[in-house]
């Protein structure tokens, strides 16, 4: 369950190199200049906080519809879940974990869902009318942490400093980016929300998000969220695996919701 990286990703892990696995295929990695300017601090509002489902695992989150979408995962529990965003309420789930099946992110794009899977090198593909069973899957060659789309492409992080943008149409790679501040490559990056032409990202075991500028890879902003769910759960203590993990945006509203792994909240919130 990622307790691996725990203490690597602790903060922002700002100078380590990329491990990840090589695809059987090579892929471009575009470079990134040096001296890239420190990332501005991007201020924020709590305008409602939510109840979340203790038993969500929570990988990915979107809004569609009008409904929250989530992906969770955990072994055997991994879920795709629709729930309605001021009660809580889960409306629909479909369990599509095993004793080796590992439920990753979520997007949803043109009427499909696409859930990773964290080392099982599969993407699953739903019809958003139906989440009961995929209707495809596309191989995929590296672990899968997190989606989120443009308008042409899928992209989608493997918990290395890379991001990759990916053919929707079988999940082949067509460029990948190396997330890079001014101290050098950001690894794990984990849930990915594109948000009005920048990727924000989680990075896995902080309480920060970054904000990424797509054409070059480079760190812009970072929202800091230092201790927010025990700020606003009181009594709530998160063990070590419970981080900061879910980031969704409502174009309509132009507000951001933001949770963690089996936090008992979920944050609307605006950013300037």
């Known amino acids: 369950m990622k307790s691996q990286y725990l203490f690597t990703a602790c903060f922002l892990v700002l100078l380590s190199c990329n491990n990840t696995t090589n695809p059987s295929t090579p892929v471009e990695i575009s470079s990134t200049p040096s001296g890239i300017a420190a990332p501005i601090n991007i201020p924020f509002n709590i ?70 899977t964290w080392k099982n090198h599969v993407i699953n593909v739903y019809d958003s009318k139906n989440i009961n069973q995929p209707i495809k899957t596309l191989n995929w060659p590296y672990e899968g942490w997190g989606i989120t789309h443009n308008d042409a492409e899928l992209i989608i992080s493997d918990g290395s400093a890379n991001i990759y943008f990916v053919k929707p149409e079988d999940g082949s790679i067509k460029t990948t980016k190396q997330i890079t501040d001014n101290f050098g490559p950001v690894k794990s990056i984990n849930e990915l929300e594109l948000i009005d032409g920048f990727i924000f990202a989680n990075i896995y075991g902080s309480d920060y998000i970054i904000k990424i500028d797509p054409s070059n890879g480079h760190v812009v902003g970072n929202i800091n969220l230092p201790g927010i769910i025990k700020q606003y759960a009181k009594g709530y203590q998160p063990d070590d695996e419970e981080v900061l993990n879910g980031i969704a945006w409502d174009s309509t509203s132009k507000k951001m919701y933001i949770t963690g792994k089996r936090w008992p909240k979920i944050f609307e919130m605006t950013i300037n």
């Open 47 to 116: 305008t409602a906080i939510y109840p979340h489902d203790t038993s969500a695992y929570t990988q990915g989150l979107e809004i569609f519809n009008g409904k929250f979408y989530e992906g969770t995962g955990d072994y055997i529990n991994s879920s795709i879940r629709i729930t309605e965003i001021q009660s809580g309420k889960v409306l629909q789930k479909h369990l599509m974990g095993s004793a080796e099946i590992f439920g990753e992110g979520i997007t949803v794009f043109k009427d499909k869902i696409y859930q990773l």
